[in-house]
């Protein structure tokens, strides 16, 4: 898909991200519209996935890491065709099955249920292993939050990838500088992280993760690398995307009202 394309359906998984919160009216748009550029590469332009046969044997898998910006792995899937939008816009109703967090056993496409905050980062490891011993072609990506990795298992699960020389694992660290309770720096400091996933034995690319041609070029190289796993340090923007939620760690965790909505849905080109 050329950058053209990619940049309108980036806006159309925006516009899903934004529609399903406000419908649910609670979820993360925050650091799912940060992510929304990654995920609609991932899914459009690097992965070898098949919404027709979402078990596909030697498939890529992407691992949702930061399970609160679920929303954007939802719309990204639905855009795809692995699914109607219409029924993601159920997210976190009763009896939805598109909870708050992703679920593996209920929304197809989804490959690891997330949300305890370390976790995914860990089983992707265990899933680019696997395919190692079982000489799977499949890679695995996996998307981090940079306060994501203030916890230590995160650092484990470093340790055993470069360890176990797993080339066929690509880590994408969402770094928008922003958490819940504010600025990253002000928390607990996770800089420099380009100089530790490197001391860690990792292949490190920093981008502008909003650029898709850095972003695509980043895929290419982590292709490339042998012997490594490759993590992709994308700066991006919280809320990228919706003039009033960009750079606001107030929207980490909170729904836009109607009127907030409709000006959001139309700053990405779209209609309520």
């Known amino acids: 898909m050329d950058i ?29 519209l940060s992510a929304a550029d990654i995920v609609t590469a991932l ?13 596909m044997e030697n498939r890529d898998k992407f691992i949702l890491s930061k399970g609160h910006a679920g929303p954007v792995q939802y719309s990204a899937l ?3 065709g692995y699914y109607p939008m219409e029924d993601f816009m159920t997210l976190r109703k009763i009896g939805s099955k598109f909870q ?21 980062f860990s089983v992707a490891g265990g899933m680019a292993m696997a395919n190692k011993l079982d000489n799977n072609p499949g890679r695995i990506y996996v998307l981090l939050g940079d306060g994501e990795i203030q916890e230590g298992i995160v650092w484990e699960a470093a340790m055993s990838a470069a360890h176990n ?71 991006t923007i919280k809320g990228k995307g919706v003039s009033f939620m960009e750079g606001e760690a107030g929207w980490h965790g909170k729904a836009p009202d109607e009127e907030q909505t409709r000006q959001a849905v139309a700053e990405l080109g779209g209609e309520m």
């Open 43 to 55: 899914y459009f332009d690097e992965m070898n996935v098949d919404p027709e046969n979402p078990k």
């Open 78 to 80: 639905a855009v795809k």
């Open 165 to 235: 020389s797993l080339d066929n694992l690509v880590g994408i660290l969402d770094y928008n500088g922003l958490q819940i309770d504010g600025k990253n720096d002000d928390v607990m400091t996770v800089a420099p992280v380009a100089e530790k996933f490197a001391a860690f034995g990792w292949n490190v690319i920093e981008i502008d993760g909003h650029d898709f041609t850095q972003i695509l070029d980043a895929f290419r190289k982590a292709r490339e690398c042998k012997g490594k796993p490759t993590m992709i340090i994308a700066n």
């Open 100 to 120: 708050g967090h992703p679920d593996m056993n209920k929304v197809p496409g989804i490959e690891m249920s997330t949300g305890s905050l370390g976790q995914g």
């Open 4 to 32: 053209k394309a990619l940049e309108k359906t980036a806006a159309e998984v925006r516009i899903g991200i934004i529609k399903a919160i406000h419908n649910a009216g609670s979820g993360h748009p925050g650091g799912s």
